[in-house]
Structures are given as structure tokens and as C-alpha cells.
């Protein structure tokens, strides 16, 4: 691969093989100092759009400045396995500070077969782990200040929306309608009126008198 240093044309040649200790805690290094870089340009217009290779890049030149000869695609696929590896014995450790020590004890007591068979890394050093604890809280911690900030971690055009409770209410910032229906006094209620008398009763009709009949005719007899 071809670099330019002080005007002149390089080839790298890069390291092969297993990562050493020495080699991963300045790869970490790299990365929390691109983090520090990219959060100071992050509102800017170039620290927005700087493309994923671009930051890789770099990652490798301050490797190579510091004797790690490894290439940026080793340097990323490296931090992956490290996130990787890391988010498995932080999750462990949450749960067995949450439920005890009743599934098995921490990570760091645990023998290589025992993380094997809880699939976990077998060769996370407390160093190293230590050392991404503090990369990954920091860039945490940058982060949310960022959205606090309306920076670059949120969006600038994005509206926030705050809920008020019923009672701020004014009757001033109400309609002119409504503003009369609260500030109006209540109407008095009218009086009910009087109960209206029972109907009359009206006379019964009489039965009319039985029609008297005159004496009967005298019987004739023949």
C-alpha cells in the first residue's frame, strides 16, 4: 500500500498474525483519540460527511507512528471483535451483580473452560477491558451531551415537544367565545312556577226515574 509522508511514496508493509497486548492497548489508544477528534469537528460540515474509511485511515496512521504495523482493515475488524468480546463480559457482569453469584461467580474468577462453557472470550485481560470501559463511557458520555447540545448527535430541525399541565391555561389565550363563557357571571336560575290545581269534578249524571206503569187491564174471562 502506497503512503505519503513528508512529500515522499511508501509501501507498508504490514504485520501478519495475532495481536499483541502492546498492539491492541495503542490500537484503543488510536480510538479514543479519533473519538476525541471527531467530537470536537462534529459541527462542522467535514466532520459530518467524513466518510468511515477516511477515519480508518487515520486510526492506522497513528498506529504506525506508534510501531503497530497493521492496516486499517486489521484495525477495524480488531475493534470489532474487542466490542464484540467487551459487550459479552459487561453484560455477564451486570447480571451477576443483579442475581449473585448463585449462576457462577465473575468473569475474572472464572477458569477458560468455565467461559467457554457460558460463551464467553477466554482471554479478555482486565487491562484491556478496563481500557474500553473507559473508550466506550466517554463516548457515551460525549454523545448524550451532544443531543443535550443539539449537536451533531440529533437533529437541528427536529422540534421538541413539552408537555404543560391543563392549569397553565389562561383565560387570555383562549377565543373571544370562550373567553365570555368563562368570564361571564352564571345565570340565575328561574323561579319554578306554582303547581297547577287538581281538575274539578265534574256531577255525575242521575239515572233517570223508572217509568211508571198505570194499573194493569182487568183480566177478561170468557
Known amino acids: ?15 501478519k498474525g495475532n495481536w499483541t497486548v502492546s498492539e491492541t492497548m495503542v490500537l484503543i489508544e488510536a480510538k479514543r483519540m479519533d473519538d476525541e477528534r471527531r467530537m470536537k469537528r462534529s459541527d462542522s ?3 459530518r460527511s467524513k466518510p468511515t474509511e477516511l477515519r480508518w485511515k487515520w486510526v492506522e496512521d497513528y498506529c504506525w507512528k506508534q510501531e503497530c504495523l497493521r492496516s486499517q482493515n486489521q484495525c477495524n475488524d480488531k475493534w470489532d471483535n474487542l466490542m464484540r468480546d467487551y459487550k459479552k463480559v459487561r453484560d455477564y457482569e451486570r447480571k451477576i451483580a443483579e442475581t449473585g453469584e448463585r449462576n457462577g461467580g465473575s468473569y475474572w474468577k472464572l477458569e477458560k473452560n468455565e467461559r467457554k462453557e457460558r460463551n464467553l472470550p477466554s482471554n479478555m485481560l482486565p487491562q484491556i477491558y478496563e481500557e474500553l470501559v473507559e473508550v466506550v463511557e466517554r463516548r457515551g458520555g460525549q454523545q448524550r451531551m451532544l443531543t443535550a447540545a443539539g449537536g451533531s448527535g440529533s437533529n437541528p430541525n427536529t422540534s421538541y415537544v413539552v408537555e404543560r399541565p391543563i392549569t397553565d391555561v389562561q383565560p387570555s389565550v383562549l377565543p373571544p367565545l370562550l373567553q365570555h363563557q368563562v368570564s361571564a357571571a352564571p345565570t340565575p336560575a328561574l ?3 306554582p303547581p297547577c290545581p287538581p281538575p274539578s269534578q265534574q256531577p255525575q249524571a242521575q239515572p233517570p226515574p223508572p217509568i211508571q206503569f198505570p194499573e194493569p187491564f182487568p183480566t177478561l174471562r170468557f
Request: glycine content about 14%.
Open 1 to 15: 500500500m502506497m503512503a505519503d509522508q513528508g512529500g515522499k511514496s511508501l509501501i507498508r508493509e504490514y504485520k
Open 191 to 193: 323561579p319554578l312556577p
Open 45 to 47: 460540515a467535514e466532520g
